[in-house]
């Protein structure tokens, strides 16, 4: 099987030098749900950045069988789709409906066509009666799943998400995570929250001062790295 | 019925009523109660809750004009400070009515076939969609600044309050850029490219036609009959 | 101070409509070309910056407290071109979701605010904005941009023959000088905070460009401000002045006449004459205005 993505040794620096990626080594296979553990600044959301070319860095990276360069970002856009971690940055049309379209509309759809499929994405995620809402106006949980459908309209083959449950309450993490199993996309999944990763995931890294330190199930990382809190606490009060 | 207009029809309505407004002179009493009957009547008839558009009206435009108003009584100059009154209080109030029965974005569009740069619409857009939610960061920052230390009063000049307040702005501005800046990569991570292409479609139909000339005749009409006759 | 609708004569209102359009849309144009469009959240933002900004207090003794107005700041982070687009659109917002200040009043408010206002907040800037008179320079031009662009439309209200006695317009003055150091202190105090956080949010002025124009430039706007101060002593010959060209709301002349003498009356080439040396006038500053901005927006080389 052909990887999705492939990362080869990608370095990264910040413009005052701090080293940010230092050596990666990445693969993701179709059908695929990654989690991408680390503790803050490790260089998970700095990582994410480079698989759509926001961030450029030095090193290898193919998107399905495409290699990422300035000439086929934008086909590559289309098919890596990035949900980011705050959800009002990424809804900035001033409808639901407006926002959602706004990919396919870039993408040179006409205006018909667009409306349509973005109706369509709107209604995979539950959120169709809030097309002409403005953002402001939806909930934590509506807002990450309208962002969701901004990018299902554009037929991404993969799906990239920043801590998706991040503020939401536990009714929101449960839809949210029963919208994510049931989308056919390869996935990767950054996040702090061991549940989601334990539901969703079958596969995990673990990002350490720019570079993954641990590959494997989500049960041995977590082990490894002492990532569960609950865990951890039982076992210091033995 | 008045919500579903065109909102070029509903803006250059409105530009009509300020303009003739504006230049009123005779008879400005007899005119300024017409207009303020239609604005009534159009107030009601789009079921917007009139007591409350009078008292928010006279709260943003009275404090101010009253003032000169008073300056010009005082003067003995009883006409012009009715003047001023009436023509400030009812500019806004046909504003007011305006954006209440048309959505800002939807206005914005409308006003982009009219002829205004794209570009500055687009600002005005971008500005109001983060308004609320910078000056929701704004006041949590006050509220954590009021728990902090606790009055924010002082009798004289405090210069550390002073430099705290400078402070939190600075914080302010970095957070809004950094706004700017995820929402800038969230815009290229879906395709931008180069320019902002709408989903707005508009259709100027005979009812818009049709509401425009009414709202002409009106307007217009009443006031050049107005002056004549009375 | 925003302007409402009903306090500028027409002519007034009217002529600066027609200067604001064009410059704004050089602006826009201007923006398009030197910032492009994907910086159009950016400025966006900055707005809303500005109108939160507003909220915030700085106390300043004596249970009174200050707010930003923020062009000077604008200026000094975005440089003159975008801060230009960012004001206009924040008083559009003001006019138009709040009524605060008049549409047909717009382009006088633009004018005074986004455009004059602020390019005279820029112009300190741009002059001393290095070395040792950094400071004061920015303090200066927080008050410059606030005294002028309050003059600039304690002028307009002057001119469409609103009726201010010489005492009204001291201590209208008087509150604008406040405001304006205000605003230089407070103008001030934010920049040295952002530096502390990170120094390239503000613009560095190049020193070479154009040092004369910003003098000119200066001059002009310093010559404005103290002209209306001067005029504004004798209120009494500006209202003649203006009653005499026609453009006052001198509601006893104009009962007296019937409406066919005042139409004639304003096709005779007096008025015309008259009216149109004061719309020169207003030319003049906003030419002023364009040459500072197209001299001070010139995009930086990359």
Redesign the interface.
């Known amino acids: 099987m052909e990887p999705l993505i492939e990362v080869h040794d990608l370095h990264f620096q910040y413009d005052d030098g701090t080293v940010a990626l230092d050596g990666v080594h990445f693969r993701l296979f179709p059908g695929e749900t990654v989690a991408v553990f680390g503790a803050n600044g490790s260089g998970k959301t700095t990582f994410v950045l480079h698989l759509n070319g926001l961030l450029a860095g030095d090193g290898d990276i193919r998107v399905c069988g495409m290699v990422l360069e300035r000439k086929n970002l934008a086909r590559v856009r289309q098919k890596v789709g990035l949900v980011f971690q705050d959800s009002d940055n990424q809804l900035f049309m001033p409808t639901v409906i407006e926002d959602v379209a706004f990919g396919p509309l870039n993408l040179g759809v006409d205006r018909n066509e667009a409306y349509a499929r973005a109706t369509a994405a709107l209604e995979q995620v539950g959120m169709e009666p809030a097309s002409h809402k403005a953002p402001y106006h939806l909930s934590a949980g509506e807002k990450k799943r309208v962002a969701i459908a901004g990018i299902l309209v554009m037929r991404p083959e993969i799906l990239v998400l920043d801590e998706p449950t991040t503020s939401l309450d536990p009714p929101g993490q449960i839809a949210l995570l029963d919208l994510l199993e049931r989308l056919p996309q390869a996935k990767i999944l950054v996040t702090h929250d061991v549940q989601s990763a334990r539901i969703l995931a079958n596969r995990a890294v673990f990002f350490e001062k720019g570079r993954i330190a641990g590959e494997g199930s989500v049960e041995e990382l977590i082990a490894r790295f002492s990532w569960d809190r609950a865990r951890n606490r039982q076992a210091t009060h033995i | 019925m008045i919500h579903r207009r065109d909102a070029r029809a509903k803006t250059i309505a409105v530009l009509v009523f300020l303009i003739a407004l504006a230049t009123a002179r005779r008879n400005f009493l007899a005119v300024g109660l017409w207009y303020f009957a239609i604005l009534v009547a159009v107030t009601i008839a789009a079921r917007l809750p009139i007591l409350a558009a009078l008292a928010r009206v006279a709260v943003v435009v009275l404090p101010f004009t009253l003032v000169f108003a008073a300056i010009s009584l005082a003067a003995g100059e009883p006409l012009a400070a009715i003047t001023l009154v009436g023509k400030s209080y009812l500019s806004a109030l046909a504003v007011l009515v305006l954006l209440s029965t048309t959505p800002l974005p939807e206005l914005l569009h409308g006003l982009e076939h009219l002829g205004v740069p794209r570009y500055l619409l687009m600002v005005v857009q971008f500005l109001y969609r983060y308004l609320f939610v910078i000056s929701g960061e704004a006041q949590h920052m006050r509220a954590a600044a009021r728990a902090k230390s606790g009055s924010l009063k002082r009798v004289f000049f405090d210069r550390s309050k002073f430099g705290a307040a400078a402070g939190a702005m600075g914080v302010l501005f970095a957070r809004s850029y950094a706004h700017a800046e995820g929402i800038h990569q969230a815009m290229l991570a879906r395709g931008f490219q180069d320019r902002f292409r709408t989903l707005s479609r508009h259709a100027f139909r005979g009812g818009d036609a049709a509401f425009l000339m009414t709202a002409v005749l009106l307007l217009a009409g009443a006031r050049v009959a107005i002056e004549a006759w009375i | 101070m925003h302007i409402?609708?009903?306090?500028l004569a027409?002519p007034v209102?009217a002529a600066l409509d027609v200067a604001a359009a064009p410059a704004?849309?050089y602006l826009?144009?201007r923006?398009?070309r030197g910032l492009e469009?994907?910086k159009?959240?950016?400025?966006?933002?900055?707005?809303?910056?500005v109108?939160?900004?507003q909220?915030?207090?700085?106390?300043?003794?004596?249970?009174t407290?200050g707010h930003?107005v923020g062009a000077a700041l604008l200026a000094y982070?975005l440089g003159p071109a975008a801060a230009g687009?960012?004001l206009?659109?924040?008083l559009?917002?003001q006019?138009?979701?709040?009524?605060?200040g008049?549409?047909?009043a717009l382009g006088a408010n633009v004018i005074n605010m986004a455009i004059a206002g602020m390019l005279a907040g820029y112009l300190p800037f741009h002059l001393w904005g290095t070395g040792r008179w950094r400071r004061p320079a920015i303090f200066f031009g927080g008050f410059l941009s606030v005294l002028a662009s309050a003059t600039l439309a304690l002028g307009e209200l002057l001119l469409s023959g609103?009726?201010?006695?010489a005492a009204?317009l001291g201590v209208s003055f008087g509150l604008f000088a406040v405001s304006a150091a205000l605003e230089g202190?407070?103008t001030l105090?934010?920049l040295?905070?952002?530096a502390?956080?990170?120094p390239d949010?503000i613009r560095k002025p190049q020193l070479n460009r154009g040092r004369a124009l910003a003098w000119v430039g200066l001059a002009a706007i310093l010559l404005v401000v103290v002209g209306v101060a001067v005029a504004s002593t004798h209120p009494d010959g500006i209202w003649k002045l203006a009653g005499e060209t026609g453009i006052a709301?001198h509601?006893k002349a104009?009962?007296a006449a019937p409406?066919a003498d005042y139409q004639l009356g304003l096709l005779q080439s007096v008025w015309l004459r008259k009216a149109g040396a004061g719309l020169a006038g207003l030319a003049l500053i906003y030419g002023a205005c364009m040459v500072g901005g197209r001299l001070l927006a010139r995009p930086r080389g990359t």
């Open positions: 409402p609708d009903g306090f027409t209102w704004v849309g826009a144009r923006a398009q469009p994907a159009v959240p950016l400025l966006g933002v900055m707005g809303a910056f109108f939160a900004a909220m915030i207090n700085f106390p300043v003794g004596l249970g407290s930003l982070t687009v960012v206009t659109a924040i559009t917002v006019a138009l979701v709040f009524q605060d008049g549409v047909l609103v009726v201010m006695p009204v202190a407070i105090a934010i040295q905070a952002l502390s956080i990170n949010f709301l509601a104009l009962l409406l």
